[in-house]
C-alpha cells in the first residue's frame, strides 16, 4: 500500500535502514499461501481498502483454477484473509495518522 508520496512500507523501511520482516512459510503451507495470493490478486479493490474474500468468490476460484480444498484449507485460508484485512487497516491508520501529523 502506498502513501500519498506513493511510498511504500517497505520502502520507507529502507529509506531509514529498518529490516521489514519476511513471512515464514512452512513448507506444508506454501500451497496455501500461493493459493491465497492468487484468490487476492484476483480480487477488486474496496472502497476503504480490500473486502474480506467471499465464499462465492472461493468457489468461482475453485471453478476456474480446478484446485481442490478441504473445509480446514478453507478455514485457514479465511484466517489468512482476516489477518490481511486487519493489517491493511493497520496501515492505512499508521500512513494517515503520519501524513496529519
Same mark, same amino acid.
Given at each position: 500500500?502506498?502513501?500519498?508520496?506513493?511510498?511504500?512500507?517497505?520502502?520507507?523501511?529502507?529509506?531509514?535502514?529498518?529490516?521489514?520482516?519476511?513471512?515464514?512459510?512452512?513448507? %506444508?503451507?506454501?500451497? @496455501?499461501?500461493?493459493?491465497?495470493?492468487?484468490?487476492?490478486?484476483?480480487?477488486?479493490?474496496?472502497?476503504?481498502?480490500?473486502?474480506? @474474500?467471499?465464499? @462465492?468468490?472461493?468457489? %468461482?476460484?475453485?471453478?476456474?483454477?480446478?484446485n481442490?480444498?478441504?473445509?480446514?484449507?478453507?478455514?485457514?485460508?479465511k484466517?489468512?484473509?482476516?489477518?490481511?484485512?486487519?493489517?491493511?487497516?493497520e496501515?492505512?491508520?499508521?500512513?494517515?495518522?503520519?501524513?496529519?501529523?
Open positions: 500500500m502506498r502513501d500519498t508520496n506513493g511510498e511504500t512500507r517497505r520502502e520507507r523501511n529502507e529509506a531509514f535502514e529498518l529490516i521489514s520482516p519476511e513471512a515464514e512459510v512452512p513448507e %506444508a503451507g506454501h500451497a @496455501l499461501w500461493d493459493w491465497f495470493w492468487d484468490l487476492r490478486s484476483a480480487q477488486a479493490p474496496g472502497f476503504s481498502g480490500p473486502a474480506p @474474500l467471499s465464499h @462465492l468468490e472461493m468457489l %468461482a476460484w475453485l471453478h476456474l483454477t480446478g481442490l480444498l478441504r473445509r480446514e484449507d478453507i478455514a485457514v485460508l484466517a489468512m484473509d482476516g489477518r490481511y484485512c486487519q493489517a491493511v487497516e496501515e492505512t491508520e499508521a500512513i494517515r495518522a503520519r501524513e496529519a501529523g
